[in-house]
């Protein structure tokens, strides 16, 4: 092994990755620590740092267990049926649980995307703005809502007899 | 300790189940994510360069260094860049919603890796994460929040947006080319038309991979690879389709049924999308009526009146009022050439620049600064009339700014002063 070889080797096992590795993150911290010192600069700092660290666990660590948790209900429902002793023997049918998840997942993306004009939270700047009210938000929201589990629930009459055909 | 040997409940990776996870999966989403960011981040970068930040008072954001870069004056042609650039910005932003949320779920049980890092390289990589999560994050929330009106955030919207858009694209680009190389890989790992032909019954987990994202223990899939790529590219259809019509003249404006700015005012000529009323501002009627005199400042200061105004040759171009916040419109607007009134103030078009300043005493705005090129153009104008009608009180009445490709809130309304500047090109 060449001198230059082995110090590659000593360097990659001593760090982890290649050097060019630790360069990229250096410049990105650069950059990144820069761009924090301009937000202190602008007076914004602690403000910016709360919100920062909000983002960074905001999915992982409160969206995901509340639509993991609401999933799990979700695929429950299916086995309601067999609980209840009204399960029917035989035959193949197609499964319920994507077409309540679909819609229920599409619909609660429109709210968590849009909840201040849907919850009317931004009314009085909304107001001011545009000079309008934000009241046909929560109407029009339910109205997709209901459109979306309206479409998935007539694609699963549409998916559950097109099963039941004998020539199936 | 062993790998897998930590913490219980998600530490362990017997902890994460979902048969779809996988390195094929993540990077699909991670590269439509890539396209999608760059074209969100030029827009976004431009949206600044389109504010002309050299311009006196059109940039106050204190000790912004080089992150209040400078790169070129702002075109004036064509007249509908920034409505197609900004509202790029913002509906495709929001058509990206579910793909971010598909990806940050397709990899989170590497949040909860044990042992946190085998390697320095690895604690390194990590740090840049949180960098790469946090700032996706703060960008998406900010953004979403401020289209919205909904100001619940303890700074001001437009520094912590451009200063938070640096550092995720410093965690973005070495994201990308440390992981690049091995997202491509993955991706012709597997065959997309096959995975759109495969139904649920044949749907099989990832063979395991390095990075753990493949769980060790599969529970049975729910839905196909394609049922989940059909559900997180509905989402993005749904916010699309939802919003992308206020960006829209005519009937298809009605389809922005979730969005702030798709809504109808009427039918008559001032009856179009209003940003800021009067009445928010502090503007009333008895100041903009018959007393109203336009100060023109410029090699002397002269007082016009609106009949005065009038009585100029006046102009009239269907402009597109284009808003930050993405939504834009056009109207037709008449009125007096602002190289008219450059000259009238003793300076040449071509050579001066000008500062309008509103009657507004409130909010972000009152004044803003526009380049000797946005004088000269012909088609800037202080406009005194839209669509065949006096301007309405909440459209800038007696009169207001329009200035091609500007951003909305560079269109000053009810302008008071007009200060013109001597400016070299």
New interface residues.
């Given amino acids: 092994m060449t001198r230059r070889g082995r110090g590659a080797s000593r360097w990659a096992s001593a760090y982890g990755a290649g050097p060019w590795h630790l360069l990229g993150l250096a410049a990105c911290f650069a950059v990144a620590g820069y761009a924090a010192t301009r937000v202190v600069g602008a007076g914004i700092g602690m403000g910016f740092a709360v919100w920062f660290v909000g983002a960074v666990i905001f999915h992982d660590l409160v969206l995901w267990p509340l639509y993991s948790a609401a999933d799990t209900a979700i695929r429950s429902l299916p086995k309601l049926p067999a609980r209840l002793g009204r399960a029917r023997p035989a035959g193949w049918r197609p499964a319920v649980v994507n077409h309540v998840r679909v819609p229920a997942g599409l619909s609660c993306l429109l709210l968590v995307v849009w909840f201040p004009l849907i919850m009317r939270g931004a009314e009085r700047n909304y107001r001011g703005a545009v000079g309008l009210s934000t009241s046909p938000y929560l109407g029009r929201w339910l109205l997709i809502t209901l459109v979306l589990f309206g479409v998935s629930g007539l694609l699963y009459a549409v998916r559950r007899w097109a099963a039941r055909r004998p020539d199936h | 300790m062993r790998a897998g040997n930590g913490p219980p409940g998600p530490f362990r990776p017997g902890f994460w189940r979902s048969p779809l996870r996988g390195p094929w999966l993540t990077s699909v989403f991670g590269l439509v994510l890539l396209v999608g960011l760059v074209i969100v981040a030029v827009t976004g970068l431009l949206s600044y360069a389109a504010y002309e930040p050299r311009l006196p008072g059109n940039d106050m954001?204190?000790?912004?260094?080089?992150?209040g870069f400078y790169l070129f004056d702002w075109p004036t042609h064509p007249a509908w860049l920034y409505r197609v650039t900004q509202g790029t910005h913002v509906v495709l932003g929001?058509t990206l919603?579910?793909v971010l949320?598909a990806k940050?779920?397709s990899v989170?049980p590497k949040?909860f890796e044990w042992p946190p890092a085998?390697?320095?390289?690895?604690a390194?990589?990590r740090?840049?994460l949180?960098?790469l999560?946090?700032?996706?994050?703060?960008q998406f929330?900010?953004g979403?929040?401020n289209i919205?009106?909904?100001?619940?955030?303890?700074?001001?919207f437009y520094?912590?947006h451009l200063?938070?858009a640096?550092?995720f694209?410093?965690?973005l680009?070495?994201h990308v080319?440390?992981r690049l190389p091995r997202a491509i890989r993955a991706v012709r790992s597997r065959d997309l038309r096959r995975e759109l032909r495969t139904r649920?019954a044949d749907t099989r987990p990832e063979p395991p991979d390095p990075n753990g994202l493949v769980p060790a223990d599969p529970a049975p899939p729910?839905?196909s690879r394609r049922?989940v790529l059909a559900?997180v590219g509905?989402?993005s259809v749904?916010?699309f389709g939802?919003s992308a019509g206020q960006t829209l003249d005519g009937p298809l404006r009605r389809t922005a049924?979730?969005a702030?700015?798709g809504?109808e005012?009427g039918t008559g000529p001032n009856d179009f999308?209003?940003?800021?009323?009067a009445?928010?501002l502090g503007v009333t009627a008895a100041e903009a009526g018959d007393g109203w005199r336009l100060a023109v400042v410029g090699a002397s200061r002269i007082h016009l009146s609106r009949a005065d105004l009038l009585a100029m040759p006046l102009h009239t171009y269907a402009l597109p009022i284009a808003c930050v916040e993405g939504w834009s419109t056009e109207q037709v607007w008449t009125g007096v050439r602002l190289a008219d009134l450059a000259r009238l103030a003793g300076l040449p078009p071509g050579a001066a620049a000008v500062t309008a300043r509103s009657l507004q005493r409130v909010g972000y705005f009152g004044q803003a600064s526009l380049s000797t090129g946005q004088v000269a153009d012909p088609r800037s104008l202080l406009a005194l009339r839209v669509n065949g009608a006096d301007l309405s009180l909440?459209h800038g009445f007696p009169a207001r700014i329009i200035v091609p490709n500007a951003p909305g809130v560079h269109n000053t309304k009810w302008v008071r002063e007009l200060e013109f500047r001597r400016e070299g090109r």
């Fill in positions: 954001t204190p000790g912004k260094g080089l992150l929001l919603v579910p949320l940050l779920w989170i949040l085998r390697s320095i390289a690895q390194v990589d740090a840049s949180v960098l999560v946090g700032g996706a994050g703060f929330a900010t979403i929040l919205q009106l909904f100001y619940v955030f303890p700074f001001s520094p912590a200063y938070g640096w550092i694209l410093a965690a680009a070495v080319a440390v649920l729910t839905m049922g559900f509905g989402g749904l916010m939802l049924l979730l702030p700015h809504r005012y999308q209003v940003n800021k009323t009445a928010s909440d």
